[in-house]
């Protein structure tokens, strides 16, 4: 066989090697079942083998699949306080969860794939315990027979629990896990919604993990009141919302008073002029109260849609003030 012909049998060897182990690799892919979105490494949650396979592949198209542990978002304003738990939700599909998928005694990622995020727009306290605003990620420490722990940690850059370290964690919560109805997929969601506080929940398989989120919502709102009259001087209804958020809520009623008398002094109507009523009530002043409410039934307009929807309540409180009065 002469030069030339030996060398276009290894062409051709070659051609059919290369065939072969693209057949071979493409053969393995398709055979490669998701990974288990939730088994621990390091207390954690590697990446679904797909995605790892064709990550590593510089270019390689990936399909349209959907995750094993699908992504979620989950929002609630407390207050004035924005909430966000940013996770991936991980299923039972039959296997045991607690002290074995999950085990006792170490971090988890409290979700899948990437670390659980919890975002804070302003400051908490976490059942007790202030924390800043700012985003976190969120880990829990559950226990065999004692109580576990929410964690935040300030590095929310790690796949997982990869790479975590304790020196990191700005707070550990204290929670009861509690029974549940059986949750096939986790769940992170809010309950016992307030103006200043709320319930945040993690439910899997037949737990449920819960802690207190309290928001200093009246020091925001004073501080947001103030900040708002001072940019739009003068004006009377800013004012007089202002007083009646206090009346309502019990609180400094001589700011309250301050407000309210400003706001008359620019433009004497009906509304102002209920709400200072309803300060005076609050004062027991009845007697005064009953000028005020009186001459806001005067002031008020037929037409005025809120002024007719207020009407009966006034006249309720005149009557109910009369007998205090007199």
Known sequence: MNFR??????ACFSLWAGSALFNSTATYAQQVPAADTTRQKSAG???QAPAALASATTGQPQLPLPQASPHAVIAQTLGLTDVTVDYHSPAVRSRAVWGALVPYNQVWRAGANENTLITFSRPVKLNGK???AGQYSLYVYPRADSEWDFILNRVTTHWGTENYDPKDDVVHVPVLPEKANFQETLLYWFSEVKPASGRL????ERRTLSMLIETDVQTQVL????????????NWQLLAQAADYLVQNNLQPELALRYINESLRLNDAYANNWIKAQLLASQQDYTTALIYTRKALKLGSKDDDDFKNQQATMRVALTEWQAKAY
């Open 130 to 132: 202030d924390v800043a």
């Open 223 to 234: 501080a947001g009141i103030a900040q708002t009259l001072t940019q739009h001087p003068g």
């Open 201 to 204: 929940n993690l439910t899997w």
């Open 45 to 47: 949650t590697p990446a």
């Open 5 to 10: 012909s030996r060398r276009l049998l290894l």
